[in-house]
C-alpha cells in the first residue's frame, strides 16, 4: 500500500517492465506510439498488441521471458510516448512485493512542494 504523503521517484530500473501481466493501452495511445515507431496503426497493432488477458481492451505483447516487448536493454523503446499505466507505476499502481524488485526512491511529498 502506498502512503499518501509519499511520492516515489523511478531510477528507471526497468524491474516493472519484466513483471509479468497487462501494459494496457487506451484507445488515445494507438496513434502517438505508433508514430513514434514510424508505423501504421494497424501495422502496430498488429506487431505489437494483443488482446488483454481479461478481454477488455489491448495489451502490449510480452517477450517469452515476460518481458515487455518495447524493452531494449535498460531503456523503454517507447519511454516519451510509453502508456498512462507505464508512465503511473509505482505511484497510482502497483503489484504485491513491487518495493522488492524496485528501485524507486520515496520522496516526501512535503520537500517536492517547497
Known amino acids: ?29 494507438i496513434a502517438p506510439i505508433a508514430e513514434f515507431l514510424g508505423l501504421a496503426e494497424q501495422d502496430f497493432l498488429d506487431t505489437f498488441t494483443r488482446l488483454r488477458t481479461n478481454r477488455q481492451g489491448l495489451s502490449l505483447i510480452e517477450k517469452e521471458n515476460h518481458e515487455c516487448v518495447m524493452l531494449e ?15 503511473g507505476f509505482p505511484n497510482k499502481w502497483n503489484f504485491p512485493g513491487w518495493r522488492q524488485v524496485c528501485e524507486a526512491v520515496p520522496v516526501q511529498v512535503a520537500e517536492i512542494l517547497t
Not at 536493454?73 to 508512465?87: D, L, M, S
Open 1 to 29: 500500500m502506498l502512503e499518501p504523503d509519499v511520492f516515489y521517484v523511478c531510477q528507471r530500473c526497468t524491474a516493472c517492465c519484466k513483471w509479468p501481466g497487462d501494459v494496457r493501452l487506451e484507445e488515445n495511445e
Open 73 to 87: 536493454g535498460n531503456a523503454c523503446r517507447i519511454h516519451p510516448v510509453k502508456p498512462e499505466q507505464c508512465a
